[in-house]
């Protein structure tokens, strides 16, 4: 992506997330997509939901720097709408899994002290859908059967230095699709940084007690993704050795006609994440407006002899 978007890409997420605050909007996501728009992404049959999330998953994979601080507003923006999205395709499903996948590896959670909120998105994501949209979701229950052994791992994090150091350890041996480092470069449009890395020595007391980490395990073991695990995993193991299946499309016609009623709890409530107005947002978008302003007047050259100010040097 050229540098010059990026600023583009963070007005276009920021329009999203107050859309996503409204239930009209997750409701239109379900519209069929038609319009085929010249993009890099993957070829797909469904919904502007679908369109919604392969486009944030290409987004959060580009690998670029500066479209890290968005991660979180993306994710928000997937939780806002998910309780209103009545049927995922496979190729958005895969999508979503993917994420869950690279974010809850023992590396990605330990390398800076707020990436656990990533999971707990992504987690809010799957048990809005399986509570209110179970039953045109087979395509995402089937990811979530298939991929389950994600969720086992997150149950089971790792709380000894010894295992977290060797974890962040195979980081740097490998190259990985998805990272988000603690560099100062990138901003958030909340005016808000990533914490600093834990220096050596300190893992027992910065890693281990990251907050969240206890409560990240503890919801993997009783969210509603480890009820659908618990119930429907037996179910299509049994149906698939007495029947002989091994066709996907006879799995997702099983998958149809399942139900978790009377197994889920009470269906919680919908908590959305509306924008909040704060000054590191308002400092963001004054300083990129007027930026675009300058250099779309520089030829001819209005400026010159003005008393036009876009920013001050502070002098120590």
């Keep these: 992506m050229k ?24 409701v239109r996501l379900n519209k069929p997509y038609s319009v085929r728009v010249p993009m890099d992404i993957p070829v ?12 944030f998953h290409k987004i959060i994979t580009s690998g670029h720097q500066r479209l890290q601080p968005l991660f979180d507003c993306l994710l928000t923006i997937v939780v806002n709408v998910s309780p209103y999205l009545k049927s995922l395709s496979m190729v958005a499903a895969n999508k979503l899994l993917h994420l869950l996948e690279a974010f809850s590896t023992t590396w990605f959670l330990f390398t800076a002290s707020q990436n656990h909120h990533l999971v707990f998105f992504l987690l809010e994501v799957f048990n809005n859908i399986i509570q209110y949209q179970f039953d045109g979701n087979s395509n995402l229950v089937y990811a979530i059967i298939r991929k389950r052994n994600v969720f086992h791992q997150l149950a089971n994090l790792p709380t000894d230095p010894a295992a977290i150091q ?41 890693l281990i007690a990251t907050p969240g980490i206890d409560k990240l395990t503890e919801k993997s073991q009783v969210s509603e ?12 193991e049994k149906i698939c050795i007495d029947k002989g299946l091994t066709d996907e499309s006879e799995i997702l016609k099983f998958l149809q006609h399942g139900t978790l009623v009377g197994l889920l709890p009470v269906p919680h409530p919908i908590l959305i994440r509306k924008y909040q107005a704060n000054a590191g947002t308002a400092m963001w978008f004054r300083t990129y407006m007027w930026g675009v302003i300058y250099l ?20 120590v």
């Design 3 to 26: 540098q010059t978007r990026v600023g583009l890409m963070h007005i276009g997420v920021f329009i999203l997330l107050l859309l996503s605050g409204e239930r009209n909007f997750g």
């Design 44 to 55: 797909f049959t469904g919904t502007h939901a679908d369109l919604l999330i392969i486009v």
């Design 166 to 206: 060797k974890a962040l350890q195979k980081k740097k041996k490998s190259t990985e699709p998805i990272s988000r480092t603690n560099s100062q470069e990138g901003v958030s449009m909340e005016g808000s940084r990533p914490a600093a890395p834990a220096e050596p020595g300190t893992l027992k007391t910065s």
């Design 225 to 236: 993704d480890g009820t659908l695990s618990r119930v429907l995993v037996p179910q299509v």
């Design 296 to 315: 779309r007047n520089v030829d001819p050259p209005i400026w010159y002899d003005t008393d036009v100010k876009l920013f001050e040097i502070q002098r």
